[in-house]
């Protein structure tokens, strides 16, 4: 019985779904479309408060970014997870099988940016790489692009600064990713992996009767996903923004600009200590971004806190420590650290 | 198997992260709205886990069959999935 259904799939339904998803693109584009009228309407014409009033200038950029931000990161969640119904890790695996160092390296950096993983999924992830035989750079290439490419992040930049912002991002975090690979590759680290790893074997108990969604499922998937992301990150953004807020009303436009500005040597390299430790979901950093990029801190510093942020956190850390020795973990942020920071410097040289 | 035909036999693969706990829960609670009599076991060795191919966790057992992986399916899938894996 359960097979006949799975042999006709249920067409009125799909195109029902596609239905209401045409509906809310079109609801989506028009309350895109009118952040800025309601955000004026509401400060000046209902409040009655000055454009040149810090607190006026402060509530309107509030007003506007929280639900513009919100509104791209359920846009861009939802069809970010309708893709990811369809690439498995188990598929990328099969997928990243037996390429050369460099074509290998690159689709594992490209397969990281629309298949990050849940920090927890980072162990078996790993195993599996390494069971599979590939090589430990390009395991390695996944393991940097999947965090420090964050497709939220980057659907951000692009909304809120445009396709060249957005894709110096790509660009680097892919070179980072890939140079990362091939360097830890030629290093011969296997020995700086938990014995256990190779022990492990990875079966195919239970074989699997998934990979056969239909629309309907897929975007009920995306739904649940969207409600899920964009329900954790929510408060940061509001959060994030409401500090931004504050300080592009209150704060002198130039007053980080002198300390953190282009000419300022260490403002890279203290921006991705102070990044590494810190721990935040990408959207919770871009607001941090858009307030240091509007006072005058130069695009490569805060590209380079920004990754840093996003591309090494400790939690991360913690759990990769479960299949790495120390030694490895320490090469691993070190390359990646390192890399951040030359393309800030990069950055802040020929902007 | 035999004998507990009627019982399904549920695992939650995962480490033990938030959203192994939320697949729990949401596989607890679409079970037994639906009425489904269930047996749950939480599988968090990562041998154990790698012993079913799942790379990506958290993920769903019915019956010693990977339904899902690497997500967390809305309640009314996993009744679809739990009555799928019942009659198959």
Known sequence: ?351 | MKGTLTVLNIKVLGAGCANCKRLEAETRAALDGAGIPYDLVKVTEYADIMAYGVMSTPALVINEKVVSSGRIPARSQIVKLANETESA
């Open chain 1, 1 to 351: 019985m359960a097979s006949q259904t799975h042999l006709q799939p249920t067409v009125p339904g799909t195109r029902r779904d596609f239905v209401w998803v045409a509906l809310a693109a079109v609801v989506w584009l028009i309350a895109f479309n009118s952040l800025q009228a309601v955000a004026d309407f509401i400060t000046y014409r209902l409040l009655g408060l000055e454009p040149s009033n810090p607190l006026g200038s402060a509530l309107n950029f509030f007003i506007y970014d929280v639900p513009k931000i919100l509104l791209l990161l359920s846009g861009m969640v939802f069809l970010i997870t309708l893709l990811r119904t369809f690439i498995t890790p188990e598929q990328t695996r099969r997928w990243l099988g037996g390429k050369r160092e460099g074509v290998g390296n690159l689709l594992a950096a490209g397969v990281g940016i629309v298949t990050p993983f849940c920090s927890c999924s980072a162990v078996p992830l790993f195993i599996g790489f390494v069971e599979a035989g590939l090589p430990m750079g390009v395991t390695f290439s996944y393991l940097v692009a999947a965090p420090l490419i964050n497709e939220v992040a980057l659907v951000m930049l692009f909304g809120m600064f445009g396709w060249q912002v957005a894709g110096l991002y790509l660009l680097s975090g892919m070179t980072i990713a890939i140079l990362a690979g091939i360097l830890i590759g030629r290093f011969g680290m296997e020995r700086y992996i938990e014995p256990f790893v190779y022990q492990i074997k990875v079966g195919n108990k239970g074989q699997r009767v998934e990979d056969r969604m239909t629309w309907h499922e897929r975007f009920e998937q995306a739904v649940v996903s969207t409600r899920e992301i964009v329900g954790k990150v929510w408060l940061y953004v509001v959060l994030g923004i409401a500090i931004g807020a504050a300080i592009h009303g209150f704060v002198p436009d130039d007053f980080l600009a002198e300390a953190l500005g282009k000419d300022s040597f260490w403002a890279v390299p203290a921006a991705v200590l102070m990044g590494v430790p810190l721990y935040s979901n990408a959207a919770g950093v871009i607001p941090v971004v858009s307030v240091l990029l509007d006072k005058g801190v130069a695009l490569g510093t805060v590209l380079a806190f920004m990754m840093a942020v996003v591309g090494l956190s400790l939690p991360e850390i913690i759990i990769l420590r479960r299949v790495m020795k120390p030694r490895l973990i320490a090469i691993f942020v070190g390359v990646v650290a390192t890399g951040i920071i030359l393309t800030g410097y990069l950055f802040n040289i020929i902007l």
